[in-house]
């Protein structure tokens, strides 16, 4: 199962669960979750039809310089 069905299915388990709810503020609060699933399912599913699988690997790393940081380790640059 791709990541992307595994959100919706979250989504849904999220929205299940909030008719069984018992107070207000329990089934607001599965909903927003559920809103947070649906979201992300959304956004892998937009950056999964931008970038094809198969290319990514292969894309360069970028090495841009911040300051006194390297950006692509985190470390102080040498030199």
């Known amino acids: 199962m791709s990541k992307t069905d595994e959100f919706w299915q979250y989504a849904k388990e999220a929205i299940l669960s909030a008719s069984y709810a018992k107070t207000d503020d329990e089934r ?3 909903f927003d979750l559920a809103r947070t699933w649906t979201q992300a399912a959304l956004v892998e599913r937009h950056f999964r039809v931008r ?8 894309l360069p790393r970028r090495t841009w310089q911040l300051g006194n940081v390297h950006s692509d380790l985190g470390m102080p640059r040498r030199g």
Do not use: A, C
């Open 28 to 30: 607001q609060g599965l």
């Open 51 to 58: 970038q094809p699988r198969n290319v990514l690997p292969y």
